[in-house]
């Protein structure tokens, strides 16, 4: 075995320290773990079962808010977004041209991801030393996991991070194992596509290089040989955004203060209940693996990095008042130490192993209508009531508002918008006399579900919320204006000469519950106010706001006129 898998009590301390100090020169030792066949076949079989999954339920209710605004973006290609990374973005526009535009083509590409997480925690498994048991039940973990099971089908950057960080950590484990270039490489790629995906992903490398150094304190020591071209490869990929991000004023860090003062419900019990459940009966799985690694002398030192990893980011994220699916791709890491453990545990015995494996996936599937589409929206309605009435367990009902629903956020979060669309369509038609016709909304969901569901003659929708701000025009057009809002009527009538009232959405367990239709006629200068300061929400600087100079500088630099 290679230094990093020793047994660091049987050597003597002058060893250990010859080891420590020498941890990035190791010589490539060959590997003892070797993929045959029976483990492909495995790792494919449960990478199908977690598509297959999905796919039942993976065109019910209707596309959610967040899949409806990245595929607006999608339309015109961009190196960044003043709220997000584009890789989403790029991704959508790669489901249209290969699927069409239907509901399932937006989502295979996002479940493929969802089965590779999968099955690169099966590897992980199997080269931490688990054979085809403990990839058995680090597979069956992350499959059955409600957390997992929620963020794995639909297009949103959430899937992508998962596969980017159990990559990451996957590369970096490799790398430790054989000394081999390939894995620097391999992760100079990741973190270059995670940035590109959400930025987080830089949190997770630091929490494992802070990790790195509390086990290894006084050895550490780098062969910086090593690091220009991975280095470079990292910068190839990732300079294109930096180089958007510095033409546009660095807008992430205006986006990431303007959500930092914005009121979020935070709870610790709740957070730490959540750190512990939300994974189903996997949590006997991943907090197995924690100690594992944490506590297995037979195993590498480095190891011990990974549950310092968790720790590090648990921590932050609660500082940050972070949501903690935004840490998801922590997991699989230990995933596949827990089915590793598990193995351990069960080898002597033949019945628990069936029992352990079987309970994973019941609980998976009692779970399954809370996470995943497969029920009509009334009979989630009644399933949840039931569940909530045997159990006491409410918490999938709880929104981020504080407040609480009949049905999770999310789904609630992809109905109605064909509903709206189709209201706003009659409105304007009867208001065509009227025209110019603008339809104005401070909700970026609105405003994408406009944009791909409406069919208006002149359609003009427009939006200064998150990166529709971009394409907002300085000033609003004269005419008649429909306001789509959740301002009451008082409010309104004080920003235009005439003002009415079309509709109040009074839809079911829909995000859209409670948003008036406004008619507006003769905006006023309160009204133009109100949007110029909706749009400088970003941005300080007419410079910025107006970026025809910082375009062509990012035009020349990389080569594409962005938008």
Same mark, same amino acid.
């Given at each position: 075995?290679?230094?990093?898998?020793?047994?660091?009590?049987?050597?003597?301390?002058?060893?250990?320290?010859?080891?420590?100090?020498?941890?990035?020169?190791?010589?490539?030792?060959?590997?003892?773990?070797?993929?045959?066949?029976?483990?492909?076949?495995?790792?494919?079989?449960?990478?199908?079962?977690?598509?297959?999954?999905?796919?039942?339920?993976?065109?019910?209710?209707?596309?959610?808010?967040?899949?409806?605004?990245?595929?607006?973006?999608?339309?015109?290609?961009?190196?960044?977004?003043?709220?997000?990374?584009?890789?989403?973005?790029?991704?959508?526009?790669?489901?249209?041209?290969?699927?069409?535009?239907?509901?399932?083509?937006?989502?295979?590409?996002?479940?493929?991801?969802?089965?590779?997480?999968?099955?690169?925690?099966?590897?992980?498994?199997?080269?931490?030393?688990?054979?085809?048991?403990?990839?058995?039940?680090?597979?069956?973990?992350?499959?059955?996991?409600?957390?997992?099971?929620?963020?794995?089908?639909?297009?949103?950057?959430?899937?992508?991070?998962?596969?980017?960080?159990?990559?990451?950590?996957?590369?970096?484990?490799?790398?430790?194992?054989?000394?081999?270039?390939?894995?620097?490489?391999?992760?100079?790629?990741?973190?270059?596509?995670?940035?590109?995906?959400?930025?987080?992903?830089?949190?997770?490398?630091?929490?494992?290089?802070?990790?790195?150094?509390?086990?290894?304190?006084?050895?550490?020591?780098?062969?910086?040989?090593?690091?220009?071209?991975?280095?470079?490869? @990292?910068? $190839? *990929?990732?300079?294109?955004? &930096? +180089?958007?991000?510095?033409?546009?004023?660095?807008?992430?860090? =205006?986006? #990431?203060?303007?959500?930092?003062?914005?009121?979020?419900?935070?709870?610790?019990?709740?957070?730490?209940?959540?750190?512990?459940?939300?994974?189903?009966?996997?949590?006997?799985?991943?907090?197995?693996?924690?100690?594992?690694?944490?506590?297995?002398?037979?195993?590498?030192? @480095?190891? $011990? *990095?990974?549950?310092?990893? &968790? +720790?590090?980011?648990?921590?932050?994220?609660?500082?940050?008042? =972070?949501? #903690?699916?935004?840490?998801?791709?922590?997991?699989?890491?230990?995933?596949?130490?827990?089915?590793?453990?598990?193995?351990?545990?069960?080898?002597?015995?033949?019945?628990?192993?069936?029992?352990?494996?079987?309970?994973?996936?019941?609980?998976?599937?009692?779970?399954?209508?809370?996470?995943?589409?497969?029920?009509?929206?009334?009979?989630?309605?009644?399933?949840?009531?039931?569940?909530?009435?045997?159990?006491?367990?409410?918490?999938?009902?709880?929104?981020?508002?504080?407040?609480?629903?009949?049905?999770?956020?999310?789904?609630?979060?992809?109905?109605?918008?064909?509903?709206?669309?189709?209201?706003?369509?009659?409105?304007?038609?009867?208001?065509?006399?009227?025209?110019?016709?603008?339809?104005?909304?401070?909700?970026?969901?609105?405003?994408?579900?406009?944009?791909?569901?409406?069919?208006?003659?002149?359609?003009?929708?427009?939006?200064?919320?998150?990166?529709?701000?971009?394409?907002?025009?300085?000033?609003?057009?004269?005419?008649?204006?429909?306001?789509?809002?959740?301002?009451?009527?008082?409010?309104?009538?004080?920003?235009?000469?005439?003002?009415?009232?079309?509709?109040?959405?009074?839809?079911?367990?829909?995000?859209?519950?409670?948003?008036?239709?406004?008619?507006?006629?003769?905006?006023?200068?309160?009204?133009?106010?109100?949007?110029?300061?909706?749009?400088?929400?970003?941005?300080?600087?007419?410079?910025?706001?107006?970026?025809?100079?910082?375009?062509?500088?990012?035009?020349?630099?990389?080569?594409?006129?962005?938008?």
């Amino acid at each position: 075995m290679d230094i990093l898998s020793r047994n660091y009590f049987n050597v003597s301390n002058s060893e250990k320290l010859d080891e420590a100090k020498n941890i990035t020169r190791s010589k490539p030792i060959k590997s003892e773990f070797k993929l045959d066949r029976s483990i492909w076949l495995l790792l494919v079989f449960f990478g199908l079962l977690k598509f297959s999954i999905h796919l039942s339920g993976i065109s019910n209710y209707g596309l959610h808010a967040d899949e409806l605004y990245y595929i607006s973006l999608s339309e015109k290609f961009a190196w960044g977004f003043l709220d997000i990374s584009p890789f989403v973005t790029w991704i959508a526009k790669v489901s249209s041209t290969l699927f069409g535009s239907s509901i399932i083509a937006w989502r295979i590409i996002p479940c493929m991801f969802a089965s590779a997480t999968v099955m690169l925690t099966g590897l992980m498994a199997h080269y931490l030393g688990g054979k085809k048991l403990g990839i058995t039940i680090a597979c069956s973990a992350i499959i059955c996991s409600p957390a997992f099971l929620a963020t794995s089908y639909l297009l949103q950057p959430v899937v992508f991070d998962e596969f980017f960080w159990a990559l990451l950590a996957f590369s970096i484990l490799r790398y430790q194992q054989t000394q081999k270039m390939l894995f620097l490489y391999i992760t100079a790629l990741t973190l270059g596509f995670g940035m590109l995906n959400k930025y987080t992903i830089g949190m997770y490398l630091a929490a494992i290089l802070l990790g790195y150094f509390i086990v290894y304190t006084k050895n550490i020591k780098f062969n910086w040989r090593r690091l220009p071209g991975p280095l470079l490869l @990292f910068i $190839l *990929v990732i300079i294109p955004n &930096l +180089v958007w991000q510095w033409a546009y004023g660095f807008p992430i860090f =205006g986006y #990431l203060k303007l959500v930092g003062t914005q009121a979020f419900s935070f709870d610790v019990l709740d957070y730490v209940f959540q750190l512990f459940f939300f994974h189903g009966a996997g949590v006997a799985v991943w907090t197995a693996g924690f100690l594992f690694l944490l506590m297995n002398k037979n195993g590498s030192k @480095f190891n $011990l *990095v990974w549950p310092i990893t &968790l +720790v590090i980011l648990v921590i932050l994220l609660a500082f940050l008042k =972070g949501k #903690l699916y935004y840490g998801l791709g922590m997991f699989p890491i230990l995933f596949a130490a827990g089915g590793c453990c598990w193995e351990m545990i069960l080898s002597s015995k033949k019945q628990p192993k069936f029992i352990f494996v079987a309970t994973i996936y019941l609980f998976g599937l009692l779970c399954l209508p809370l996470v995943i589409p497969i029920l009509p929206i009334s009979i989630c309605r009644q399933y949840i009531k039931k569940m909530v009435s045997y159990t006491a367990f409410s918490r999938p009902l709880v929104w981020e508002d504080g407040t609480s629903g009949t049905i999770p956020q999310f789904f609630a979060d992809m109905s109605g918008w064909e509903i709206l669309s189709g209201d706003i369509n009659k409105v304007s038609g009867k208001e065509q006399n009227r025209k110019p016709i603008a339809v104005l909304t401070n909700s970026y969901a609105i405003a994408g579900a406009l944009k791909y569901y409406s069919k208006l003659l002149a359609p003009q929708v427009i939006s200064a919320n998150n990166s529709f701000m971009l394409e907002s025009p300085n000033n609003l057009p004269s005419g008649t204006i429909l306001y789509l809002s959740r301002d009451a009527k008082e409010m309104v009538a004080k920003m235009a000469r005439h003002v009415s009232l079309y509709k109040q959405l009074k839809l079911e367990n829909s995000h859209l519950r409670g948003v008036n239709i406004y008619i507006l006629s003769d905006v006023n200068e309160v009204f133009r106010k109100k949007y110029t300061q909706d749009r400088r929400q970003f941005f300080n600087s007419e410079e910025l706001i107006n970026p025809n100079k910082t375009s062509t500088l990012l035009s020349n630099l990389v080569g594409f006129k962005n938008r």
